[in-house]
């Protein structure tokens, strides 16, 4: 055997090693509590909100979503609300309340993966969380302009959606300061400490994704810094098939040059999680025209609570309708 063989197979032998290493000890970390996420919701008043419905999907899943019947019977159209990393549909309680009583029909979806939609952390296949939006639609039918909004990693999967080629499934499409990606212009390293993300792992499971070997994707990717009570009534870590579900495309900008129908964005000058203020300096480098509202003294979370956030989404809705 010559020696250009034996160090091929040295070399292959090594990066079989490393893969496998990566794989089995490359997992996230625990991510230590973060207050400022935490926090906000164990005062929020939950009166009023609905009992979960259900959508059957395409795989016979039992779906949960909220309905928030609109206060006026001049219905202005509907918006179905995504949620945030880790979190379920309740907690867009107060952003789903805004705009009933603004006279939308107001849908809070629990995605599959989190809350009562299927097993918490993670999904059958890269794509699955599309099919499950493309049923709700066929099943619920939302009332027309129907708006797709997503806050956070939900702003991120909204936009996966915006760009794609369901986009017809919505008129409007509204991004609640959104997660865009690692390379994005608004990104902080571990979206400023709410996720601990097993880097070596991850690395290892899209190259062989890239094989098309997805066997292994059921495995923790991300951990979400959330204390001991919310770790129980929320979603603490995610795989890998929903942590590349629940975002936008890999070329992020390429996803946002694909979106044809009207699109706003909304975030907080205080967010601790991204850098907003990169939002629109982002947009207008690839010569994206959309709104870009930035609501003064707002950080992460409140974003969905804060009355002067919830009347910018409400407005932007309305715009966009026009």
């Known amino acids: 055997m010559n020696t250009r063989l034996l160090c091929v197979l040295g070399l292959l032998s090594l990066g079989l090693v490393t893969l496998v290493a990566a794989l089995l000890f490359g997992g996230p970390s625990p991510a230590p509590e973060m207050a400022s996420i935490n926090d906000p919701f164990k005062t929020l008043d939950w009166s009023g909100m609905p009992s979960p419905a259900r959508y059957k999907a395409r795989d016979g899943a039992q779906l949960a979503y909220r309905h928030y019947a609109p206060a006026s019977k001049d219905v202005r159209g509907s918006v179905v609300l995504v949620h945030g990393s880790s979190a379920n549909g309740q907690s867009m309680h107060k952003m789903a309340s805004a705009?009933?009583?603004?006279?939308?029909?107001?849908?809070a979806l629990d995605i599959r993966g989190h809350g009562e939609?299927?097993?918490?952390?993670?999904?059958?296949?890269?794509?699955?969380?599309?099919d499950d939006l493309e049923d709700f639609a066929a099943a619920v039918a939302p009332s027309k302009p129907?708006?797709?909004?997503?806050?956070?990693?939900?702003g991120g999967f909204v936009l996966r959606v915006a760009g794609g080629s369901r986009q017809t499934l919505f008129d409007n499409y509204l991004l609640l300061s959104p997660y865009l990606g690692p390379t994005a212009a608004?990104?902080?390293?571990?979206?400023?400490g709410w996720v601990s993300v097993g880097i070596p792992r991850l690395i290892a499971l899209s190259?062989?994704?890239?094989?098309?070997?997805?066997?292994?994707?059921?495995?923790?990717?991300l951990n979400f810094a959330l204390n001991d009570?919310?770790?129980?009534?929320?979603?603490?870590?995610?795989?890998?098939?929903?942590?590349a579900n629940f975002q936008p495309e890999r070329d992020y900008q390429q996803n946002l040059r694909n979106v044809q129908r009207?699109?706003?964005?909304?975030a907080g000058t205080d967010d601790e999680a991204f850098k907003t203020d990169q939002l629109e300096p982002e947009l207008r480098a690839l010569g994206i025209p959309w709104p870009v509202t930035l609501v003064p003294g707002i950080s992460h979370i409140p974003l969905t609570l804060d009355s002067h956030a919830l009347a910018a989404a409400v407005q932007a809705v309305g715009e966009m309708a026009q």
């Open 146 to 154: 129907a708006t797709l909004a997503g806050f956070s990693s939900g």
């Open 229 to 243: 009570e919310a770790k129980a009534l929320l979603t603490p870590s995610y795989s890998f098939n929903l942590a």
């Open 207 to 221: 190259i062989l994704n890239g094989f098309h070997i997805s066997a292994l994707n059921h495995l923790t990717v």
């Open 117 to 130: 939609s299927g097993q918490r952390g993670t999904i059958a296949y890269i794509g699955q969380l599309e």
């Open 262 to 266: 009207p699109c706003a964005v909304i």
């Open 186 to 192: 608004n990104y902080r390293p571990n979206s400023g």
């Open 99 to 107: 705009f009933a009583q603004a006279g939308y029909d107001a849908y």
